[in-house]
């Protein structure tokens, strides 16, 4: 009898355009997909964190009721390595049921992360699953670092935005990479409109925010500029694009789900009912490219 090949998911980085990947999951699921092996950078080492262990649902439903109101409470203006600490995602992942080890996991799950120090990819497939989680998703400049291991850790997505090789370690034969990054051919950041002219106007009413925490007058600041989460959020587009697009050309996957996201920042947490039918609809889109490299 011939032996079914072993599916691998290398699940992106991406912030909020992350919980793609619990439509992408939900979206296998049904289509009869049965990895074998996942791997994580970022929001999708939480995302596969917890569909490895068998509590995607619960992570779901947690993500539905994040609101802006809930994010903003997050926020830590002491600027001590990053503007929030994000206590809350440990709290979250114990409350739902995910192991306190990685080894204890219903499947095998490889989480990467980046040594501030030495600017390593580190790969944590074993050990205290809060910690690795929580270092994996430490977007720089947003997050504070993470002390694990006798490291400082920063995000995975700055060396593996989209982590195929972690997959490809693990010995799995098909490839399904998860891109929640993707931009338009030579456009990696638009204006968008203000909340007046229709847009989200999110990246306005962040900014205001810490400006009323810290007791400064944001009105003085010129505006003709892109204020810092817009640079922020460019700047992170360009760097995961650059370096996933030199990633792929020596790891390719056999199957790519692109996200197409429009407006939707790497920190607006609150908005996981779009993204994760935008994952629905990224399998959708590559059904067929699917069914066949999986041979359902």
Known sequence: ??????????????????????GVLEA????????????????????????????????????????PRRFFGLIDPRFKGG????????????????????EDLDLPFTAVATDMRTGRE??????????????????????????????????????NPVPVSAVFAKRAEIIIAVNPNATRPGRTWEEQPTEDEGGTGWTKVLPEAIAEALNIDADAESRAAPNYFTVLNASIDIMTEQIRRA???GEPPHVVLDAAFDDLTVLELFRGKEA???????????????AEVCRL
């Open 122 to 159: 580190i790969w944590f497939d074993s050990g205290p699953t809060y910690p690795a989680i929580r270092a994996s998703v430490g977007i720089p400049g947003v997050m504070t670092p993470t002390w694990h291991e006798d490291m400082w850790l920063l995000d995975g997505g700055l060396v």
């Open 247 to 249: 990633r792929f050309a």
């Open 276 to 290: 994760i039918a935008e994952g629905r609809r990224m399998v959708e889109a590559r059904a067929d490219r699917i």
């Open 1 to 22: 009898m011939k032996k079914d090949p072993v599916i691998g998911l290398a699940l992106g980085s991406g912030g909020a355009r992350g919980w793609c990947h619990i």
């Open 28 to 67: 296998l699921d049904e289509m009869g997909v049965r990895p074998g092996v996942v791997a994580g950078t970022s929001m999708g080492a939480l995302v596969g964190v917890a569909w490895a262990s068998g509590r995607l649902d619960a992570l779901r439903d947690w993500v539905l009721e994040l609101t």
């Open 83 to 102: 503007l929030v600490e994000a206590q809350e995602i440990t709290r979250m992942l114990e409350d739902i049921g995910v192991p306190e080890r990685l």
